[in-house]
């Protein structure tokens, strides 16, 4: 099967400047989650969609940060306006159900500079 | 809020020694707790998994073992390899099973 396919692998933008990130989880796959790791530390949970729905958002750190799954399929998450501190590595993965191993996709690295 | 605390941040070992890694989560209510190993330019992946009817689960040369009442838990690899130099996750799920909770990752270097 398909793995999870995340776009972009890369991007540099300014601070002040939106960026939007793309996840495409493993079909049939209906729990996707959005990760982040920033400079070597945890990979901290942003939040967790079930299908279309957001059924923890607890991680997410403001309003600056809106992510999407429309259709239950493919999520997006993106930043507007960027700010320094949202440079990491931002990761989705997707899994079966409770309790079940992550696919993780190969992240996306955000510099905001 | 819950965490998991994870030991080494770093461990160099010498090929064919073994490597230990050892996490402590604070969720008295987890009960599945994935590793991952993340090579350079991918993803973690899932490499072995316990949950907590279990106390020790083996697959060839990686084991874990699992401690509930001390919420401790630790991978084992035996018999190290230099294409095990990797950043290892331990994690420790909450929520009903749908949260994940990661350690801050243990660099492993190999060295031949």
């Known amino acids: 099967e398909a793995g999870v396919t995340q776009f972009p692998s890369h991007s540099v933008i300014e601070k002040g400047q939106t960026v939007t990130l793309r996840c495409d989880p493993i079909?049939?796959?209906?729990?996707l989650y959005w990760y982040r790791r920033v400079m070597g530390k945890e990979i901290k949970f942003l939040l967790h969609f079930v299908k279309e729905s957001k059924q923890d958002e607890s991680g997410m750190p403001n309003n600056r940060f809106l992510a999407e799954r429309t259709g239950g399929t493919y999520s997006t998450l993106k930043v507007q306006p960027a700010e320094l501190e949202d440079s990491g590595v931002y990761f989705c993965a997707s899994s079966r159900g409770a309790n079940y191993g992550y696919t993780f996709g190969s992240g996306t690295r955000l510099t905001v500079v | 809020g819950e965490n998991v605390e994870q030991h080494p941040s770093t461990l160099s070992v010498q090929e064919g020694d073994s490597a230990v890694i050892k996490c402590t989560y604070s969720d008295s209510a987890s009960n599945y707790f994935p590793w991952y190993k993340q090579e350079l330019g991918k993803g973690p992946q899932l490499i072995i998994d316990i949950r907590s009817n279990v106390g020790e689960k083996k697959d060839q040369r990686i084991a874990v073992t699992l401690n509930k009442t001390a919420k401790h838990f630790s991978l084992h690899i035996t018999e190290t390899q230099p294409e095990d130099s990797a950043v290892y996750f331990c994690a420790a799920s909450i929520s009903g099973g749908f949260k994940t909770i990661f350690g801050a990752g243990t660099r492993l270097f190999v060295k031949a």
């Open positions: 079909s049939g796959h209906d729990n």
